[in-house]
């Protein structure tokens, strides 16, 4: 037949146009870098099933997740009415009657349809009614084309089986194709004619969507899937590894991303759900990470281009304003990987010189001493003289816990109080511990996500080289970023240390009966999860315990847990100024504990959001509503610290 030649050759030109439109994507894979992502095929596999299966992601905010879902099964579902539109042409004979085609499928057919139009309706009332600022920045144009693209394909196929229906051509159970074809019966539709235009109709919307596709955001269709597969499987809180066959650490093209990394570009629904937890965007800076990926991706298209990519493509200030809080990534639907690129950007960055001057100070400070304050390495162990008993030197004498203390809690006056506190909390628990002293070197957690590989490599190698000279059982860290290097980044050299931050240690000895709490009659706090020990290491509910065992009633911020709002401090935003900063991230955070009213205490555990909160509070004035205390400070133990008690003779946790 004439209708069966002219179907192959549009569908044959179809398909080529929709190649010739992706080829550059497939070309830029084929010829990136190569990335181990093929391990674990079953974890991969169901990682897949619980994202896309279950829209665990896309349900968090359940209007766009059920909108969402409805449109997803809804396609496939009527991919069925697909199959049967180009078989029953191109291949005489070919029918779904044998497995239903009449009965239940046509049934779901309209029954879908209808749902499709429901979810579409939907998505229209979200993107042009409720307007949310996360859109801010996508593209309406490709939305509304797709938008239009479905309803044609839906309706043309309502109104083709209405059409078939109506010249009695069709005997399916479609009820609601059969009241459509009772109303086209009354306005005196020709039925044939109507079948076979809204046939054509139907089969190029359909052939229009498939050549649309790959210039869209909605090309995740087919790709969110794979991209979700993926994944990566390390732990959270592992920073990338610097290829071995990169010859310098950074990035400054799109073709040296690895094949992964190019397919997070492609992979983008544009969604905004990452810009919208961002404390960077919402401090006023420069950085949204969906138009990060979205710029790149953008640059991917048109292909080799004069502009560099850092500094051209993507701005320094930029890339500077990330606090790696890793919220982008945790929100993401597809798991795209914002941070790596970010890191790997900063990386060329600093092999550039092109460093901020507050940041330049800190790392100077890092190189010539150890840390980021610029305080002498003798200084480092002075908060334990104001202790009444002697701390360990875990160099000389083995200790069942080594504490790795950090920068901000040995050095800061405003957390040395705390590191003494936790200190006599452990004696009091009569924990056998001790410290580096002088030998401890700032951890390098941030000064790796701001992109100084090689001073990175150069403190975790001395912090290592000095651990390996201790015996002991356990690391002890009061600070959640010294704990990420230590348990995660470290192993890139081999270094595998059982980690936990004093929090779990201390929950555990209450559990234990080795740390006995006074009665305190507690008023209500709320707590700030930090993003290094929640969102990076799932360290949610210990401190939570803690808060409860103190005899205090705690009332959880509405950003909490994985959802938890960043300080602000990470990924060394800490050491730089806050030139362009509409409102500080930990301002936010503040303002967002005062609206749940009568909250007597902010409560935190770590050393940066001590500084920053407190910060915080006094730029609101609001001190005399509210007070910043790390959880330390709650826990009044019922038996004083054992200030006589000499180095060596203490209980051991174990």
Not at 195 to 215: D, K, M, N, S, T
Not at 575 to 601: F, K, M, T
Not at 611 to 631: C, N, R
């Amino acid at each position: 037949m004439a209708s069966t030649l002219v179907l192959w050759v549009i569908l044959a030109s179809a398909i080529a146009m929709t190649g010739w439109r992706a080829r550059h994507y497939v070309l830029a894979l084929a010829n990136a870098p190569k990335a181990a992502r093929f391990d674990q095929p079953m974890r991969r596999l169901e990682g897949v099933a619980t994202a896309i299966g279950l829209h665990r992601k896309m349900l968090r905010k359940p209007l766009a997740g059920v909108l969402h879902a409805i449109i997803f099964i809804s396609f496939f579902v009527l991919f069925t009415a697909t199959i049967e539109a180009f078989g029953s042409r191109l291949f005489p004979g070919f029918s779904l009657a044998p497995i239903g085609g009449e009965t239940w499928i046509a049934g779901l057919q309209d029954f879908f349809a209808v749902l499709m139009l429901i979810g579409v309706g939907l998505a229209l009332y979200q993107r042009y009614v409720l307007r949310p600022a996360r859109f801010k920045g996508s593209s309406g144009s490709d939305a509304a084309i797709i938008y239009v693209l479905i309803v044609l394909i839906v309706a043309s196929l309502l109104f083709e089986a209405a059409a078939r229906i109506l010249g009695g051509a069709d005997g399916s159970w479609r009820p609601v194709a059969s009241m459509l074809a009772g109303l086209l019966g009354r306005i005196g539709v020709p039925a044939q004619e109507t079948q076979e235009i809204c046939y054509w109709l139907h089969i190029g919307a359909i052939l229009a969507f498939l050549v649309y596709i790959p210039g869209s955001k909605h090309r995740h269709m087919f790709l969110a899937a794979p991209n979700i597969y993926f994944r990566n499987l390390e732990p959270r809180g592992t920073a990338p590894a610097v290829p071995r066959e990169r010859e310098n650490p950074g990035v400054d093209t799109l073709a040296q991303f690895d094949w992964k990394q190019q397919l997070d570009l492609l992979s983008c629904t544009e969604c905004g759900r990452c810009q919208a937890v961002c404390p960077a965007y919402a401090a006023g800076l420069p950085l949204s990470p969906k138009m990060l990926i979205t710029d790149m991706r953008d640059a991917l298209a048109a292909g080799p281009s004069a502009l560099p990519l850092v500094g051209g493509v993507i701005s320094e200030a930029t890339l500077w304003a990330c606090t790696t809080c890793r919220a982008c990534m945790e929100e993401c639907p597809v798991e795209i990987e914002h941070l790596p690129k970010i890191i790997d950007m900063r990386r060329h960055l600093i092999d550039e010189g092109h460093v901020s001057p507050g940041l330049q100070d800190a790392l100077s400070n890092l190189t010539r001493l150890g840390n980021s304050m610029g305080k002498p390495s003798k200084m480092r162990a002075r908060w334990t003289r104001e202790l009444g008993f002697p701390v360990k030197d875990a160099r000389s004498e083995p200790v069942d816990v080594l504490w790795f203390v950090g920068d901000y809690a040995s050095y800061d006056p405003r957390v040395q109080e705390i590191t003494r506190k936790v200190a006599e909390l452990l004696s009091a628990a009569g924990v056998d511990f001790g410290i580096l002293f002088d030998a401890e070197r700032n951890s390098g957690n941030d000064v790796r996500r701001a992109g100084e590989e090689g001073l990175f490599e150069t403190l975790a190698q001395s912090n290592i080289d000095a651990i390996a000279e201790c015996t002991f059982n356990r690391i002890m860290t009061t600070d959640p970023h010294s704990l990420n290097a230590l348990k995660n980044d470290y192993r890139h050299f081999g270094a595998a240390f059982e980690v936990l931050h004093y929090t779990a240690l201390l929950a555990e000895l209450i559990q234990a009966g080795k740390l006995d709490l006074a009665p305190v009659d507690g008023g209500k706090v709320t707590y700030h999860d930090p993003c290094y020990l929640g969102r990076y290491n799932g360290g949610f509910d210990a401190p939570r315990d803690l808060i409860r065992a103190a005899g205090y009633t705690l009332h959880d911020m509405p950003r909490c847990r994985e959802n938890s709002f960043c300080c602000g401090a990470g990924g060394g935003r800490i050491w730089q100024s806050d030139d362009g900063v509409a409102e500080r991230p930990s301002e936010n955070r503040i303002r967002e504990a005062l609206s749940l009213g009568d909250i007597d205490y902010f409560v935190v555990a770590c050393p940066k959001d001590k500084v920053m909160y407190t910060a915080a509070i006094d730029a609101l004035g609001v001190a005399d509503k509210l007070k910043v205390l790390d959880i330390a400070e709650l826990l009044v133990p019922q038996t004083p610290p054992r200030r006589d008690t000499a180095p060596g003779t203490s209980v051991s946790v174990i």
